[in-house]
């Protein structure tokens, strides 16, 4: 039950004044007596403030280049105002304690011992129970591999979605629909076969993608996904599970119907992304800071000539010899990671890390490489500004730590995304599909010249987790696409064989057919809400077709 506070980033207004302020008045609640902070975090190089990147212009020596800092007289005041506020706080605690008669002065100043103290071969993976071979993405798809119809699949649905989302066309609706989770193969081949059959007969007004996700967050069920628990279990049998995942995505595809899945990380796409037609990052890992562009740059090992040369090998080392420098004076190292990749080169020289993107980074890189379009989810709170800020992010060259096809860990160079688009989903103040929304957030994205069209989940946050509910926003949608809008391209639909969700318990026998994660519509309600959406798509065709204006609705 105790805290950390960063004095600088948005508690000092990134103003370097203001941190040395939030310091002393950090000092102040501890020389107070405060207990609850047991540490804090410092901006600090020789020079105050910050400077910019600019080529060709020399860079001056001892400034920041990211976030401001405090310069070296601000940080010593700081330091002795919290080694002072401390004293006070001991001796104020000394005095309690003596006063009480309950114990000595050498023993309130006992420290707790780390558990692994001395034991320096536990300085590297100290928490870390195995690591287990991981199997190359090249076998597997050795394994299992695509077939040319399956390729021209891919490819055609790829170039109609990226039509759809560019070029304003209202002759087709973009529509994602399956569960919200695989969790049983062959109920979902199922499904699939239905899906596939009611795809073919509205072809002409809905281009339909069924929704395959394999990945889960720890906090969804506390099952993490087909890939990661195919037993579901708690086992992590992972090689089986890419293997089950890509068997059951050549089987979707082998059917003629094209699949769309949430990449949660950036190593199974390398396993599956061939076989996947449209993509999305979920609302928690889409999420930007408004120092996102600071920290790209700040990540030395990336770019350590602050030139975009991205010469990362160089990087690696050049971190790590900084790191064991300063190590070697007497001085411990923390530092931030933004990769699940880097630790491997610097971790056991580290002694304290924070993630401050934990919605994260990582993935933006992700999608500026993917050659499926892209969604992204709104925040959890429904706002839509981070997803903007990703979807631009996203259009831009990038280079970060992955792994190959071989599976052997490499430099990623992509060229950036231009088919990235946001995904309104709600969130914890409500639904956010209103025509209101969608109208001013596509004059957004075309003032910052993306794609201005939005995709809409009629589930989640917008229909509460409700089956029900979710049917009720795309009949809105329907209506608002009727009336002649046209910056929707698609919408989303949680939906499986039977209505509702389950838990997964030990030892209890599974419902065919039903989630086991988030709710999802019937096929009888799937099948009613596919069949208003291509209406509504024909009666758009029909306005545009006699130049009409457009009939306006309540809502989108």
């Known amino acids: 039950a105790r805290v950390m506070v960063d004095c600088g980033s948005f508690n000092s207004g990134g103003n370097p004044e203001g941190q040395l302020r939030v310091a002393k008045e950090v000092a102040e609640y501890v020389a107070g007596g405060g207990s609850q902070i047991f540490g804090l975090m410092l901006h600090s190089f020789l020079v105050g403030g910050r400077q910019s990147l600019v080529p060709d212009v020399p860079l001056n020596y001892g400034m920041s280049v990211t976030e401001p800092c405090m310069d070296w007289t601000q940080t010593v005041e700081a330091l002795n105002a919290l080694a002072a506020s401390v004293r006070q706080r001991r001796d104020r605690l000394y005095k309690q304690q003596n006063e009480a008669g309950?114990?000595?002065?050498?023993?309130?100043?006992?420290?707790?011992?780390?558990?692994?103290?001395?034991?320096?071969?536990?300085?590297?993976?100290?928490?870390?129970?195995?690591?287990?071979?991981?199997?190359?993405?090249a076998c597997v798809i050795e394994e299992y591999p695509s077939e040319p119809e399956i390729e021209q699949l891919v490819?055609?649905?790829?170039?109609?979605?990226?039509?759809?989302?560019?070029?304003?066309?209202?002759?087709?609706?973009?529509?994602?629909?399956?569960?919200?989770?695989?969790?049983?193969?062959?109920?979902?081949?199922?499904?699939?076969?239905?899906?596939?059959?009611?795809?073919?007969?509205?072809?002409?007004?809905l281009l339909v993608i069924m929704q395959v996700n394999l990945e889960q967050t720890s906090a969804a069920m506390n099952w993490k996904g087909m890939i990661n628990d195919p037993n579901l279990d708690g086992s992590y049998q992972i090689n089986k599970g890419l293997r089950q995942a890509r068997q059951l995505l050549v089987d979707i595809n082998r059917l003629g119907l094209p699949s769309g899945t949430e990449y949660l990380e950036t190593?199974?796409?390398?396993?599956?992304?061939?076989?996947?037609?449209?993509?999305?990052?979920?609302?928690?890992?889409?999420?930007?800071?408004?120092?996102?562009?600071?920290?790209?740059?700040?990540?030395?090992?990336?770019?350590?000539n602050l030139d975009g040369s991205y010469q990362i090998n160089k990087g690696l080392r050049q971190a790590?010899?900084?790191?064991?420098?300063?190590?070697?004076?007497?001085?411990?190292?923390?530092?931030?990671?933004?990769?699940?990749?880097?630790?491997q080169f610097v971790a056991d020289l580290v002694s304290w890390a924070n993630i401050k993107f934990n919605e994260s980074?990582?993935?933006?890189?992700?999608?500026?490489?993917?050659?499926?379009?892209?969604?992204?989810?709104?925040?959890?709170?429904?706002?839509?500004?981070?997803?903007?800020?990703?979807?631009?992010g996203s259009c831009t060259p990038h280079a970060f730590l992955s792994v190959s096809k071989q599976g052997i860990a490499g430099i990623?160079?992509?060229?950036?995304?231009?088919?990235?688009?946001?995904?309104?989903?709600?969130?914890?103040?409500?639904?956010?599909?209103e025509e209101r929304v969608v109208r001013e957030l596509s004059e957004v994205l075309e003032s910052l010249q993306l794609p201005a069209r939005v995709m809409v989940d009629c589930g989640s946050f917008n229909s509460n987790g409700s089956p029900q509910a979710q049917v009720?926003?795309?009949?809105?949608?329907?209506?608002?696409?009727?009336?002649?809008?046209?910056?929707?391209?698609?919408?989303?639909?949680?939906?499986?064989?039977?209505?509702?969700?389950?838990?997964?318990?030990?030892?209890?026998?599974?419902?065919?057919?039903?989630?086991?994660?988030?709710?999802?519509?019937?096929?009888?309600?799937?099948?009613?809400?596919?069949?208003?959406?291509?209406?509504?798509?024909?009666?758009?065709?029909?306005?545009?077709?006699?130049?009409?204006?457009?009939?306006?609705?309540?809502?989108?």
């Open 320 to 343: 790590r010899q900084l790191l064991v420098d300063i190590n070697r004076l007497g001085l411990p190292a923390a530092m931030e990671f933004l990769s699940t990749i880097s630790p």
């Open 102 to 137: 309950t114990i000595r002065r050498s023993e309130s100043m006992q420290r707790v011992s780390f558990p692994e103290i001395g034991q320096r071969e536990l300085l590297d993976n100290l928490r870390v129970q195995n690591i287990r071979p991981l199997i190359s993405p």
């Open 155 to 205: 490819l055609t649905t790829r170039c109609e979605v990226s039509s759809l989302l560019q070029h304003q066309r209202n002759d087709r609706l973009v529509v994602i629909v399956g569960p919200s989770s695989i969790h049983d193969t062959r109920a979902a081949m199922e499904y699939a076969a239905r899906l596939h059959t009611k795809a073919a007969e509205l072809s002409e007004q």
């Open 267 to 304: 190593i199974a796409p390398q396993f599956i992304a061939d076989l996947v037609s449209w993509s999305f990052v979920g609302a928690r890992m889409s999420r930007n800071s408004v120092l996102r562009e600071l920290a790209e740059r700040a990540v030395n090992t990336n770019d350590p």
């Open 412 to 433: 990623v160079e992509t060229t950036g995304n231009r088919d990235c688009h946001v995904v309104l989903h709600g969130g914890d103040g409500g639904p956010n599909h």
């Open 361 to 392: 980074e990582a993935h933006r890189e992700l999608a500026s490489g993917l050659s499926t379009p892209v969604g992204f989810y709104t925040s959890t709170s429904g706002e839509w500004k981070s997803a903007v800020e990703a979807v631009g």
């Open 472 to 556: 009720r926003v795309a009949k809105e949608v329907a209506d608002y696409i009727a009336g002649g809008g046209s910056q929707v391209f698609g919408v989303l639909l949680h939906s499986f064989l039977l209505s509702g969700r389950q838990d997964l318990v030990p030892g209890r026998k599974l419902i065919y057919g039903m989630s086991a994660t988030e709710a999802c519509m019937d096929w009888s309600a799937t099948e009613e809400v596919l069949d208003l959406l291509a209406a509504a798509v024909r009666q758009n065709a029909r306005l545009y077709a006699r130049d009409e204006p457009p009939i306006k609705k309540a809502r989108a």
